[in-house]
């Protein structure tokens, strides 16, 4: 139950195009979904996130779409770019326990090319 | 501000050798986190603290063991290393505890072979 599911594990796409990457959960009581960005020999870094009462929140060419009923989250690059290459991870996390438990999903690998 | 700082980045142990993974953080937060990663399961929990001398246990604490006598330090060790150990780990530190951003260090990488 404490799952998130992400999909592809893989993607590629042209420069100028949208590029999106999926994911389910099926734990109702997270509150929290961020998305994780990681360059190769980095550690993730936050990239957006999102809370459940809200179905939409866009920083720059990056949004997340919420779907509170479906249990579903995207993460959508628009006008994606080769600096976007990277591994992408969702994440949910659940506050109850006193910290902040977050459960990842297992990435996707990303690929703009020119 | 070096944010959260891991050494070594590289490491090669044999089966049975132990080593200490050290992680400091300068951003005088609370929480601190050890996770693994390993190619295509996303980053699993192994410890967490929420404070000096409060550390648990997250997802896959098996082989590994922490200690937190400061703020700033929280080192991951590994006793008897196996080659199911073989992983990237990252230390990640938040200031509070609930629903915020995680500061990821740049890993490790071991292989115990």
């Known amino acids: 139950q404490q799952q998130v599911k992400q999909s592809p594990q893989s993607l590629i796409v042209q420069k100028g195009g949208i590029s999106i990457i999926n994911c389910a959960y099926e734990?109702?009581?997270?509150?929290?979904f961020p998305w994780y960005q990681q360059f190769p020999g980095k550690g993730p870094a936050l990239l957006i996130a999102?809370?459940?009462?809200?179905s939409e929140k866009k920083e720059g060419r990056f949004t997340i779409s919420f779907n509170k009923s479906a249990k579903q989250f995207s993460l959508h690059i628009m006008d994606s770019q080769p600096g976007d290459s990277a591994t992408y991870f969702c994440?949910?996390?659940?506050?109850?326990?006193?910290?902040?438990?977050?459960?990842f999903g297992t990435g996707t690998k990303l690929q703009v090319i020119p | 501000n070096a944010g959260v700082t891991q050494t070594p980045k590289f490491r090669i142990l044999k089966i049975g050798q132990s080593m200490t993974l050290q992680c400091t953080q300068d951003?005088?937060?609370?929480?601190m986190y050890w996770y693994r990663q390993d190619p295509g399961m996303g980053l699993k929990l192994i410890y967490y603290?929420?404070?000096?001398?409060?550390?648990d246990k997250g997802e896959v604490p098996n082989g590994y063991n922490v200690s937190r006598s400061t703020t700033e330090d929280f080192p991951l060790r590994l006793e008897l290393a196996a080659p199911s150990q073989t992983s990237v780990y990252f230390c990640?530190?938040?200031?509070?505890?609930?629903?915020?951003?995680?500061?990821f260090g740049s890993g490790t990488q071991l292989s115990v072979l």
């Open positions: 990640a530190s938040s200031y509070l505890g609930v629903n915020e951003k995680l500061f």
């Open positions: 994440a949910a996390s659940n506050s109850a326990g006193g910290y902040q438990k977050v459960t």
């Open positions: 999102i809370r459940p009462d809200v």
């Open positions: 734990n109702t009581a997270f509150d929290y």
């Open positions: 603290s929420v404070g000096a001398g409060i550390t």
């Open positions: 951003m005088n937060h609370n929480y």
